[in-house]
């Protein structure tokens, strides 16, 4: 693993987390190792949000966990009920 690539996927997450997405810009380098670290800092930021935020960021996953992202869902659906 880059350390580097890490240690700024980490930094990005904590200052995107702090600062919001209009607050700064990202130099993502693209790299598997940019892109895990970050992803795992965020993780840990969102486990320790307190109280109603945290049920906030919980719906809005479980919201996100339902949305179908197959591209010809209906087409098959349609098929399916066909018979």
């Known amino acids: ?7 700024r996927g980490r930094k990005a997450a904590q200052d995107l987390w702090q600062l919001g997405l ?3 810009a990202i130099d993502d380098p693209l790299t598997p190792d940019f892109a895990q670290a970050a992803l795992a800092e965020l993780n840990q930021l969102q486990k320790g ?20 992202v197959e591209p010809f869902h209906g087409v098959i659906e349609i098929v399916q009920n066909a018979d």
């Open 1 to 7: 693993m880059t350390s580097s690539d890490a240690e």
């Open 49 to 68: 949000t307190p109280g109603v935020l945290r049920e906030v960021l919980d719906g809005a996953q479980m919201s996100a966990e339902q949305l179908n």
């Open 22 to 24: 209009d607050a700064i």
